[in-house]
């Protein structure tokens, strides 16, 4: 790759080795005549082997992107377009928003699974925890015996840390934290390619989080499963994540390498983001957060979605919607996609807190 | 197993309760009883009718009221609930025997047949909301909203008077010996389907609005989208994750619904003059018979209990987060 590339029309930047490629997906929400545009065209690419953070404040479209992606959209919500390529381990592409029903099922699971923003009702209260293990793996005939299915459950049960004899439990029997480690076991009960996590420790206090971050961490080593990690605290990202994309009103607005993002912002709705969750490690920032909220997806504003929450606001913001492309820093910078006037090399300067430069190697 | 316990002994102070209550109500009746029922029978009473009445009145004299109580339980354990009245000299408990097999029997029948059928089409077009199936729900509001009495009356009507396809009234042929026999049972069974049918469509809309909007909101729970999402069949997935907690509240409803049942069940068994227990209470309050009233009072208060009980042992079956914390 060449750092003079002209700007990437196509918003993804080349992967080596792509495992899950999410190309113009369009999603509304609404059946009727006027539906609610939440997604429109955003491209996402995850590499194998690699743990993606997605971030946003809440309401900026990160479940529905997931959902989307994996036709698990509710009512009222309808793909309009796109592609969504899962490559397997076998190299073979099958586009999942074509899949017909039983493809879909079998793929399901099997090469992704997810583990829901809503963890702690995503266990069916009337079931006993082993039941709803087995369940998945029963789905896929992975196992031909009872024992044999036990036996996993067992298994990936004891992998997140939780005694075997939890399988007899029911849900309420168990702590928060504990659930949302069943929901991880469950995840990852047929040992599928990709794991698409949904604000997995939202509900847990910070030292639950902790465990369960170096947890996914661990097992991630481990067994060498790609991850979309979704989250609304980005502090968390540069713990888990290798790569970060950052959303924003239903588009995606920076993509970068996790420690880049974090360290040198390049969106000013990225550093904002940057700025209002006080970081795990490391000496604390003064937090500022950002001023005003997302605008409602029914009535977006022309022109960049931001701007009315953008310190550095130029004229051309309100008129021109930003693409998602290369910067035009000067230092190279090819594993960085920005969706902002400043960086399209036609603004007079750019603010020197979202030009931070690299350390010389 | 405590919520068993503590179950169970709310439903034995409810029974007690139950039990007590109709010991007392007939001692508050205003008046004497008793001598106006004498002059009205025209002085057609047995000394033993009497006696019987007196009993039950509590103006057997010489007995205080505790003694009257701890006899009344003393008989109750004996089955014995007096003298009927409008069946002289048959006791009471041989007159609730005869009869309660009858409503049982149909109104139980019907009853389930109705549950099970209603439960199962709330299921799936709970299932299916949104798609044509939903053409159901305005048909199913209307039945609901038809008191039973009308259907009754125009079921007769249709089927048995404009056309003569079934027995207007009686649980069987009129003439024919009750015996273990097809000739007996076909009869029954053939005069039980239109009072059963009226029943199933006049109840059964209840069990599909109820079911259908609890599937509406159990699909949307989480447990729901995560079993779509672990590749389940979808009829696993309606099955064990929507209906399996969707049908908790129908249970309840079934408890809650059992008087409603009751109610029903006297009017249907007065349209269709059949031989139950509703017409058994019917002919006794219009003969004035009040043991009778009262050992059918009686059955019924148990009969709700007992149905009561059975919707909260199946309930507790169903949610193991009542087995915990109830
Ligand atoms: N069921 C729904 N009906 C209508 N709009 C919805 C629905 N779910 C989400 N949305 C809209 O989609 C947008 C994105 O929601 P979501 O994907 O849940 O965001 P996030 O996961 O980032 O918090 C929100 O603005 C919300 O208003
Ligand atoms: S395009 Fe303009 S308004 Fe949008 S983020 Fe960049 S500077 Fe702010
Ligand atoms: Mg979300």
Redesign the interface.
């Known amino acids: 790759m060449t750092t003079t590339a002209p700007a990437l029309t196509n918003a993804t930047l080349q992967a080596a080795d792509p495992i899950l490629e999410i190309k113009n997906l369009s999603v509304d929400y609404g059946f009727g005549d006027d539906p609610t545009h939440v997604l429109q065209d955003v491209s996402l690419t995850l590499n194998r082997g690699e743990v993606l953070g997605l971030a946003g404040e809440s309401g900026c479209g990160k479940s529905t992107l997931a959902y989307g992606a994996?036709r698990?959209l509710?009512?009222p919500g309808v793909i309009r377009g796109g592609e969504v390529i899962f490559t397997g381990r076998d190299g073979v592409k099958t586009d999942i928003l074509t899949l017909n029903?039983k493809d879909?099922?079998?793929?399901?699971?099997?090469d992704f699974?997810?583990v829901?923003?809503?963890?702690m009702?995503?266990?069916?209260?009337?079931?006993r925890v082993g039941t709803q293990l087995i369940?998945?793996i029963k789905?896929?005939g992975k196992t031909a015996t009872k024992q044999e299915a036990r036996d996993r459950a067992a298994y990936v049960l004891e992998m997140v840390g939780i005694n075997a004899d939890r399988l007899k439990a029911?849900p309420?029997?168990l702590s928060g934290g504990m659930r949302q480690r069943v929901?991880i076991a469950?995840a990852l009960v047929l040992e599928p390619e990709l794991l698409i996590m949904d604000e997995p420790t939202t509900a847990l206090d910070v030292v639950m989080q902790r465990q369960i971050l170096e947890e996914i961490t661990d097992l991630r080593d481990r067994l060498g499963f790609s991850v979309i990690f979704i989250t609304h605290d980005v502090s968390l990202l540069v713990e888990v994540a290798d790569r970060i994309a950052i959303m924003y009103a239903g588009e995606i607005v920076e993509a970068a390498d996790a420690k880049d993002a974090y360290l040198r912002p390049r969106h000013p709705y990225t550093r904002g983001l940057l700025n209002s969750f006080p970081p795990l490690r490391g000496p604390r920032r003064e937090l500022q957060g950002i001023p005003g909220s997302p605008p409602d997806m029914a009535k977006l504003p022309s022109g960049c979605r931001f701007a009315d929450r953008c310190p550095f606001v130029m004229d051309r913001c309100r008129t021109e919607d930003p693409a998602l492309s290369r910067t035009a820093l000067k230092m190279s910078e090819p594993e960085r996609l920005v969706a902002c006037h400043l960086h399209d090399g036609k603004a007079s300067e750019v603010p020197a807190e979202l030009a931070i430069q690299a350390p010389q190697k | 197993m405590r919520f068993f316990i503590r179950r169970g002994i709310f439903y034995i102070v409810t029974a007690w309760a139950a039990v007590t209550l109709n010991f007392f109500l007939p001692r508050m009746m205003p008046g004497d009883p008793v001598s106006s029922l004498i002059i009205k029978s025209g002085g057609q009473i047995s000394p033993d009718a009497i006696n019987s009445l007196k009993v039950l009145f509590g103006l057997d004299n010489g007995q205080s009221l505790w003694e009257q109580y701890t006899s009344y339980w003393n008989q109750l354990f004996h089955g014995d609930l007096g003298l009927s009245f409008a069946f002289f000299p048959t006791p009471v408990s041989s007159v609730i025997q005869q009869s309660l097999p009858w409503t049982v029997g149909l109104v139980g029948i019907a009853t389930i047949l109705s549950v099970i059928l209603g439960t199962t089409v709330g299921t799936l077009i709970g299932w299916r909301r949104?798609t044509k199936a939903d053409a159901v729900l305005p048909v199913a509001t209307f039945f609901s909203a038809v008191p039973y009495f009308w259907f009754g009356l125009i079921a007769i009507l249709l089927f048995a008077v404009t056309w003569d396809f079934f027995p207007a009234s009686k649980g069987y042929q009129p003439g024919l010996i009750p015996a273990w026999n097809w000739e007996f049972i076909s009869s029954v069974l053939w005069h039980g389907i239109l009072p059963a049918l009226t029943i199933v469509v006049s109840s059964i809309s209840g069990w599909i609005l109820g079911m259908r909007n609890m599937m509406v909101t159990v699909s949307?729970?989480?447990?729901v989208?995560?079993?779509?999402?672990?590749?389940?069949?979808?009829r696993?997935v309606m099955v064990?994750?929507a209906a399996?907690?969707a049908v908790?509240p129908q249970i309840s409803s079934f408890a809650l619904a059992l008087g409603f049942i009751v109610g029903g069940t006297l009017v249907m068994e007065m349209v269709f003059s059949y031989p139950g227990i509703g017409f058994v209470l019917y002919q006794a309050v219009t003969a004035s018979d009040y043991p009778l009233m009262q050992g059918c009072f009686l059955v019924i208060t148990l009969a709700i209990l007992v149905a009561n009980m059975m919707a909260d042992v199946v309930y507790a079956f169903?949610?193991?987060?009542t087995r915990?914390e109830g």
């Open positions: 994996t698990l509710p009512p029903d879909l099922r079998t793929a399901r699971w099997r699974a997810i829901f923003q809503g963890a009702n995503s266990l069916n209260p009337v079931h369940d998945a789905a896929h029911y309420h029997q929901m469950m | 949104g949307s729970e989480d447990y989208t995560v079993a779509q999402a672990k590749g389940l069949k979808e696993r064990s994750y399996r907690n908790l169903l949610d193991p987060r915990q």
